[in-house]
């Protein structure tokens, strides 16, 4: 059993009138309290996420208040412990204070100081933990998933947002790499800040992202493919960034986005190595979806639901042999592919059955050649948007050739050009 969350004060001192004293006072003053005379017993009781203050007493016989201080620390480095020594042991409380309380009183109590440290700190700790529950909701309503690895890393989003530390996010397209990084920047201090994105093959000189970066005052920037900046502007962001962490003052929050791996991009001499050990402080690894296979149906329904609902149609019936099948794909294109495959199932269009084949209509909306037109120029968007408007790649998807599929884009005047930058 946990600590109820209407516990707004753990008090643990190993005297029982003392507690009880204590316990008297908060709940005059107004508060809801709980006692402990044995630190083993409260510890086990504490939960990372409990929205209250922790106040100990410095010297007890078998857990002193400084092995309580660590203990807490170790559940959740921001949950607040304000400490109660003994007149004379300033020393030991500045101690106390260098490892992570928050405060600290002498005896004798004077109720007043205590009370003033409460409405200090309490506050506080409510505030974040209900900044904490907003972002997981947000980002389990944005990472679906509810694979080992899904749930890491929706947790290492939870505790990186509010640092606003210089952040290095891997991984396959198709992963959901940009919604890790929206999520940190809308999820931090810099919310209210610009959000810029940059595409790294843009970068052809120095002065390009300098100016991106003024943008990106007081904001975050989102630098997609950063190996692909030129060798000179990686340096000069790694000296830009280095700079902000000497003086403690940050400017700009840099949310760099690369495929694949950064060591293996600094292998191929791809990515200043320096720039590389700094951003690698804060990293997050996109998992591709083949590593997260008990993902895959449950987020193909629900994007297929997502789409009828757009299309204001019944959820058709999934045969559990294309279930079969869609567990058995590699997903190449990862969540993304795994969307586009839902969308056109939810129009009709089946993929990955052997063959593609398609439902019948319900009802003919439009002639035939026009929904046969549109059908068409759908599916060759969503690949061009899948693989980022590279036809060697598209054309395999389609399994067309590469001129057929050129004439193709040409009678529904795409272009690849505008499919190079997303994701």
């Known amino acids: 059993m946990t600590i109820s969350d209407n516990i707004e004060v753990l008090i643990i001192d190993d005297d ?58 170790s559940l959740d480095n921001s949950l607040p412990v304000i400490m109660i020594t003994g007149h004379g042991d300033i020393p ?3 101690d106390a204070l260098k490892s992570g309380a928050v405060d600290f009183l002498q005896k004798p109590l004077q109720p ?50 509010n640092n606003n530390k210089d952040v290095l996010i891997e991984g396959e397209c198709g992963t959901g790499r940009h919604t890790i990084a929206r999520l940190l920047h809308s999820n931090s201090h810099l919310a209210n800040g610009p959000w810029i994105k940059l595409c790294g093959t843009k970068v052809e000189r120095t ?50 986005i690369l495929e694949g791996t950064a060591e293996a991009a600094v292998e191929k001499e791809l990515l200043v190595p320096e720039l590389f050990y700094f951003l690698s402080q804060v990293r997050f690894l996109a998992p591709p979806l083949r590593q997260r296979a008990t993902d895959i149906t449950p987020l193909f329904k629900h994007f297929l639901k997502a789409s009828c609902q757009k299309l204001n149609k019944s959820v058709p019936v999934i045969d559990k042999a294309y279930i ?86 040409k009678k529904h005047n795409l272009d690849k050009a505008d499919y190079k930058a997303r994701q």
């Open 16 to 73: 029982q009138d003392v507690v009880d004293a204590y316990q008297h006072l908060l709940e005059v003053a107004g508060y809801r309290a709980r006692t402990a005379t044995n630190p083993a017993q409260a510890l086990a009781q504490l939960h990372k996420d409990w929205p209250g203050v922790v106040i100990t007493d410095m010297y007890m016989p078998v857990t002193s208040g400084k092995e309580v201080l660590q203990q807490v620390k």
């Open 92 to 94: 030991m409380a500045v």
């Open 112 to 161: 007043a100081a205590l009370i003033t440290l409460l409405e200090k700190h309490l506050p506080k700790r409510k505030q974040l933990i209900a900044h904490r529950k907003r972002l997981q909701q947000t980002t389990s309503d944005e990472l679906l998933g509810d694979s080992p690895l899904m749930i890491k890393l929706r947790e290492q989003i939870s505790q990186a947002a």
């Open 207 to 256: 002065p390009d992202l300098q100016r991106a970066m003024i943008n990106a005052r007081s904001g975050s920037i989102c630098i997609n493919n950063l190996p692909a900046m030129p060798a000179d502007t990686q340096r000069w962001l790694c000296r830009f960034l280095l700079e902000q962490e000497r003086l403690g003052k940050r400017e700009v929050r840099v949310l760099a």
């Open 324 to 409: 079969n099948t869609l567990n058995r794909h590699h997903w190449r294109g990862n969540v993304l592919e795994l969307r586009n495959v839902a969308e056109l199932y939810a129009i009709g269009i089946v993929k990955l059955a052997g063959q593609e084949r398609t439902q019948p209509l319900e009802q003919m909306s439009s002639p035939l050649d026009d929904l046969i037109d549109s059908y068409e120029k759908q599916v060759i968007e969503d690949a061009l948007y899948l693989f980022s408007g590279r036809i060697n790649e598209v054309s395999g998807y389609l399994q067309i050739p590469r001129k057929k599929l050129y004439l193709r884009m």
